[in-house]
């Protein structure tokens, strides 16, 4: 079982970490600050003992650290972890863009997304039916007010169902996450609309930040 360190503190940067098994080029570490990749979400990279790792994924309670060629570890061996900061730090700021955003579709305008996704440099909401162009720049402008406006970001476990994650920017309605975020609008920078599309009906509107 691996302890989720990114959960506990997103800026850690640096741990050190004992590898608990080894399969191939693969390792289980008991804690780890290395978010996996899911398909929401970009995953984190940086190095293991100084070595680049392809990515990360979870497997039950385990995340395995994954490898692009054979390693020298051994099971106990205590080892470094260290973040790609860069990346890791716009993922946070972009993640926290795309659950800003859908606060004031939901709050002015009714629209609530019904999925979202995290991608290297772009993220989307999806609802599930057209919005029209004024209510997407209205809801743009807005959250770009309320990254002016220093709302807190809080991401917390659910009390009732185990393992389930929230995260609620400043007053909006909390939204089902497992993904990290910055502590503050603030960080965030300026979101910009990339594109808006329609697929099969439904309305996705994809973001960036500067
Ligand atoms: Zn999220």
């Known amino acids: 079982m691996t302890e989720l360190i990114y959960y506990e503190d997103q800026y850690k940067k640096e741990i050190e970490a004992k590898i608990l098994k080894i399969e191939g080029n693969r390792v289980v570490l008991d804690k780890t600050i290395f978010i996996p990749q899911t398909n929401t979400e970009p995953g984190d990279y940086g190095k293991i003992n100084n070595m680049k790792i392809a990515g990360s994924k979870k497997e039950a309670q385990d995340i395995w650290h994954i490898f692009p060629k054979p390693i020298p570890f051994q099971e106990e061996n205590t080892v470094k972890l260290d973040l790609d900061w860069n990346k890791r730090f716009s993922a946070m700021r972009l993640h926290s863009a795309l ?13 609530r997304a019904v999925a979202g996704a995290l991608k290297a440099n772009h993220a989307y909401l999806v609802f599930k039916e057209e919005i029209g162009d004024e209510i997407i720049e209205k809801a743009l402008e807005q959250a770009n007010k309320d990254i002016q406006n220093n709302l807190e970001i809080k991401s917390y476990w659910d009390e009732n169902r185990e393992g389930f994650r929230w995260t609620k920017v400043g007053d909006y309605a909390p939204i089902p996450d497992g993904g990290l975020h910055v502590k503050n609008t603030k960080e965030i920078g ?5 594109c808006k599309e329609l697929e099969q009906g439904k309305q996705k509107i994809t973001i960036s930040i500067d």
């Open 190 to 194: 300026k979101i910009s609309l990339v």
């Open 99 to 111: 659950h800003l955003l859908a606060g004031p579709f939901d709050k002015n305008f009714a629209k």
